[in-house]
Each structure stands twice: as structure tokens, then as C-alpha cells.
């Protein structure tokens, strides 16, 4: 079992930064691909990006390629989503998730690909 817990939402203005951290409980926090989802109010959970369990790939949605950064510090069991340049239709509830994984390069686009899920964190970007 991994318990992951999310912080660092808020209330930001539009053309600004925020960035979440995802603290996994688990020491083998290195054998998971780690993703962020993200679900507006009467919208399905959309992927937002994922990083592989070693780090050295990563993926992203079109809609914050260039934006959007994620990270890891296996040190701390910790993966972070920096969000710059935000956007109101960035509002939402920002999800991290582990995906146990068998490879340095996996990771997964799709929310059934995912074994473990935080509780989320408000994002509310304001125009």
C-alpha cells in the first residue's frame, strides 16, 4: 500500500506560478512512474503529466506542454508538478498517482494504469 498526500494548491492569478508536491509513504517510492491528473467541476479526470520511476522520461498533456514541469527527489519520496504561466481552465482538482512499474522509462497516460491515488489539491486559477 502507498499513501500518497498532495499539497501546495491555492488561489493564484492568471500569469502565475504555483507548485504542488505529492509525498509517497512508501521507501520504494523509486519502483513507481508517478502521473498528475487533474478534474474541473462536471469534467472527466484528464492526464496532466507523468514522470518514470528513474526520472529520465516524461510526458505531458498538449494543453500544458511548456508550462508544466514535473519532478522527483527519490531522497524525500517526493514528486512535484511546477505550474507557470497558469491559466483560468487550469482550475481543478489536481491528483498525483503511482503506477508500480518495471521499467526506468515506463510511465502511463491513462488513470487505469495507476495503482494508488492522493486525495487531490484545490487549483484555482482567477482571470
Known amino acids: 500500500q502507498v499513501q500518497l498526500v498532495e499539497s501546495g494548491g491555492g488561489l493564484v492569478q492568471a500569469g502565475g506560478s504555483l507548485r504542488l508536491s505529492c509525498v509517497a509513504s512508501r521507501r520504494t517510492f523509486t519502483s513507481y512512474a508517478m502521473g498528475w491528473f487533474r478534474q474541473a467541476p462536471g469534467e472527466e479526470r484528464e492526464f496532466v503529466g507523468a514522470?518514470?520511476?528513474?526520472?529520465?522520461?516524461?510526458h505531458y498533456a498538449d494543453s500544458v506542454k511548456g508550462r508544466f514541469t514535473i519532478s522527483r527527489d527519490s531522497a524525500k519520496n517526493t514528486v512535484f508538478l511546477q505550474m507557470n504561466s497558469l491559466k483560468p481552465e487550469d482550475t481543478a482538482v489536481y491528483y498525483c498517482a503511482a503506477a508500480r512499474s518495471y521499467s526506468y522509462s515506463y510511465i502511463s497516460v491513462n488513470s487505469a494504469g495507476y495503482d494508488y491515488w492522493g486525495q487531490g489539491t484545490q487549483v484555482t486559477v482567477s482571470s
Open positions: 514522470i518514470s520511476s528513474g526520472g529520465s522520461n516524461t
